[in-house]
């Protein structure tokens, strides 16, 4: 009879301790695997660059024969002549030169004439306002290429040609997000803050310039360094209204007929267009990601 | 207040509000909205603008290979890139919430995006060069293409003698066995001393051995100064470790040997007949050549990877960030319940998600569509006809050549319809967000 009777179950406890280990067994081992995978992810997304950085310090004559890689294996294939040449060379200089003065008023108007006009369609009550930022929304996605052929009859009409051409363009296409992001920006500070200037007897630019100016600070600093970085790496506006500027995208692209005789030049050159949006994306971390995140709508 | 007073205050409100706004307006009306309405009107003319041509240039546009080409790229991109980036993305952004080192991670995928994409297109031109010798990508595949079909020790080498056929059955010559056994000189040209390995000697001159032995020698019958072709001379080099097979008139294999550190081998047993001597095709397989990824077939599917490289930490990092905006108290519930973690995250997550993910999915068709500098980077001139897409075609028609401006007006107003309906959705969006506050 005894023999007959059921095993008595284990206890309660030791059941859910078992659970728990198989569990915690499967939690390690599946935490090992999305390491790795996670390792091997990153370090396919680093390759590239890494092969870039590696082909600009490598003898030139090299690249028709081997991979780069092959300078890690062998260091003696490493020269610093690619940099040295290039940067006595007087069309980077000037390449270098132009991108600048094309990305920093291509950034400064927009994100000035944005902060004003956000600022208006934030806080001032007027007929026809939200109609207005609709608009605004809609010429978001509008795509450059909608505008390129009669903006350039009419910069030629004016006589307007070269630098101050790509900087109305970029200051046309840049605007769209930047007032949605300023506007959505000061549409959530309280108003008080405003009110209470008006109170002291502040005017508007008054109170424009001392108060939602540095109030805006956070949202600025990502508009401009959005706006910064993409008029920086920008190639289609420069295509068309560069006169006789040649900034480092048109440097880097007016080179690539002749890409593995010209690699000596094209490989350290893009490395030398990357290094300043680089240092601002990991300087400014924050606001990089920030502006390119409301870039999402876009 | 009296009325008159409050009409003057809001007189003033409102110049306020058009000084602030005016140079802004003023900006986007004379560059944006004024050129975009040209724009249309524009592409019912023809290419210099003067004659109305009615809908000639959208007829055009699909007539002409170059453009029909652009067009299908551009299908292309917007099929199967907004998605290849949003899968990736949500993947890595689920996967990268389980590790410690997420900031690192994220931080690393996206770093791309601060690159100018043009540079972007000349980087991957490098990881895509065809000799796997040179192109990483291909270098990375030709790690299991080389054990799957590896290379043979005889790629690239011919034979030094007419009677000695190199063809798709391997390297093979008739050989008679008689009375006394039977010779053969498997002599190679195209081979190098320094890649035989160390061992090697001079190579050694058969001899007939017997009846019923083959005796031969396979060698490299090349020496400095004068040389005379299949025959075993002084300062010539064996090739050792190459299998030789003997095969009857039937086609069976009767025999086979390995060459010594002289290339001499030897066979016995056989017969006296007629025979071949038979080095396998293994032998000669050569290294695996690359896929062609700049080649006007594959160049668009190129591009599109590149692309995942540059946007997936954008997606990933807008998944990551709604990820982490989600309440918790769902999820911990049901896996209380007993939910395995992909149930939570399909039945879950994943719903929660659908907003965050509508977003990405969006920005990304809308950035396929406009897609301009990363062809222009990563494609050689020469292909720049197949990886062609229409945000490239319009500045093409338009500012390259004698340019077509009423051509080029019908592309931009094309590619404009492509994301009409984005516009109209945006514009839904935050009406409908306005009208919830």
Redesign the interface.
């Known amino acids: 009879m005894t023999m007959l009777a059921p095993r008595s179950a284990p206890p309660v406890e030791d059941m859910v301790e078992e659970l728990t280990v198989t569990r915690r067994l499967v939690k390690f081992f599946s935490r090992g695997v999305v390491q790795f995978v996670l390792i091997v992810v990153a370090l396919l997304w680093m390759m590239p660059t890494i092969g870039l950085l590696v082909t600009s310090f490598r003898q030139p004559e090299l690249y028709g024969v081997s991979g780069w890689w092959q300078a890690l294996v062998d260091p003696s294939q490493f020269t610093f002549s690619n940099y040295s040449s290039l940067l006595t060379d007087r069309n980077l200089i000037e390449a270098v030169i132009s991108t600048s003065a094309i990305a920093i008023p291509s950034t400064l108007i927009p994100v000035v004439l944005a902060a004003m006009a956000g600022y208006a369609l934030a806080v001032m009550p007027f007929k026809g306002r939200d109609a207005l930022f609709l608009v605004v929304i809609g010429m978001l996605v509008v795509p450059l290429q909608m505008a390129l052929l009669p903006a350039f009859a009419i910069f030629r009409g004016l006589g307007i040609s070269g630098l101050p051409a790509i900087w109305l363009y970029h200051t046309a296409f840049g605007l769209p997000f930047a007032i949605f992001l300023m506007r959505n920006y000061y549409a959530g500070i309280p108003l008080s803050l405003i009110e209470a200037a008006r109170i002291d007897g502040a005017g508007e630019w008054t109170i424009f310039r001392k108060v939602i100016l540095p109030l805006g600070f956070p949202a600025l600093a990502s508009l401009a360094i959005f706006q910064f970085t993409w008029t920086w790496n920008d190639l289609l506006v420069a295509l068309v209204f560069a006169s006789d500027q040649e900034p480092m995208t048109l440097f880097l692209r007016n080179r690539l007929g002749e890409f593995t005789s010209g690699i000596g030049i094209i490989s350290p050159g893009v490395f030398i267009s990357a290094i300043l949006p680089l240092v601002i994306f990991f300087a400014f971390q924050k606001y990089f990601e920030a502006g390119l995140l409301g870039g999402s709508v876009k | 207040m009296t009325s008159v007073e409050a009409t003057k205050q809001r007189g003033a409100?409102?110049g306020?509000?058009l000084?602030?706004?005016g140079?802004?307006?003023l900006?986007?009306l004379?560059?944006?909205v004024?050129?975009?309405i040209?724009?249309v009107y524009?592409s019912f003319y023809d290419s210099a603008g003067r004659n109305f041509v009615g809908f000639q240039n959208y007829v055009d546009m699909f007539r002409f290979e170059r453009m029909r080409i652009a067009i299908r790229n551009s299908f292309i991109w917007v099929i199967v890139f907004p998605v290849l980036v949003t899968t990736t993305g949500l993947v890595?952004a689920v996967?990268?919430e389980?590790?410690r080192w997420r900031t690192a991670?994220r931080?690393?995928?996206?770093?791309?995006?601060?690159?100018?994409?043009?540079?972007?297109g000349?980087?991957?031109?490098?990881?895509y060069?065809t000799d796997p010798?040179?192109?990483?990508i291909n270098?990375l595949l030709n790690v299991p293409a080389a054990i799957i079909n590896p290379p043979g020790n005889l790629q690239g080498t011919a034979p030094s003698t007419d009677d000695v056929i190199l063809g798709d059955g391997g390297l093979s010559t008739t050989v008679e066995i008689g009375a006394d056994g039977g010779v053969v000189r498997l002599g190679l040209l195209r081979i190098r001393a320094e890649d035989l390995p160390e061992s090697t000697i001079q190579a050694a001159d058969p001899v007939a051995a017997g009846a019923g032995t083959l005796s031969g020698v396979v060698w490299r019958d090349i020496r400095s100064g004068d040389n005379q072709r299949g025959v075993v001379e002084e300062g010539e080099l064996g090739v050792p470790a190459v299998t030789v097979q003997v095969v009857d008139s039937a086609g069976t294999i009767v025999g086979s040997a390995g060459s010594g550190d002289d290339g001499a081998f030897s066979i016995d047993g056989l017969d006296p007949g007629t025979y071949s001597a038979v080095v396998p095709p293994a032998e000669f397989q050569g290294s695996w050549g690359g896929i062609s990824w700049l080649g006007p077939t594959l160049i668009t599917i190129a591009a599109i990877v590149a692309g995942i490289?540059i946007w997936?930490?954008?997606a990933l990092?807008?998944i990551a960030?709604g990820l982490a905006a989600l309440p918790r108290e769902l999820q911990e519930a049901a896996r209380v319940d007993g939910a395995t973690?992909f149930q939570v995250f399909r039945r879950i997550t994943l719903p929660l998600l659908t907003p965050v993910l509508g977003?990405?999915f969006v920005?990304l068709t809308?950035n396929a569509?406009?897609m301009?500098?990363l062809i222009?980077?990563i494609a050689?001139?020469s292909v720049q006809d197949e990886a062609n897409v229409i945000?490239l075609e319009?500045?093409r028609t338009?500012?390259t050549g004698l340019g077509n401006?009423g051509l080029?007006?019908a592309?931009?107003?094309f590619?404009?319809v492509l994301?009409l309906p984005?516009?109209l959705l945006?514009?839904r969006r935050?009406?409908l967000d306005?009208d919830r506050r």
Do not use: H
């Open positions: 409100r409102f306020v509000a000084l602030f706004l140079p802004a307006v900006v986007l004379a560059l944006v004024w050129p975009a040209r724009t524009d890595l996967l990268s389980r590790v991670f931080l690393i995928l996206f770093m791309p995006a601060a690159i100018a994409i043009l540079s972007s000349i980087i991957w031109r490098i990881m060069e010798s040179r192109g990483a270098a490289w997936g930490g954008f990092l807008v960030s973690e977003v990405v920005a809308i569509l406009k301009f500098d222009v980077g050689p001139g945000a319009m500045w338009a500012f401006r080029g007006s592309i931009a107003v590619l404009f994301i984005v516009m945006n514009i935050f009406k306005e």
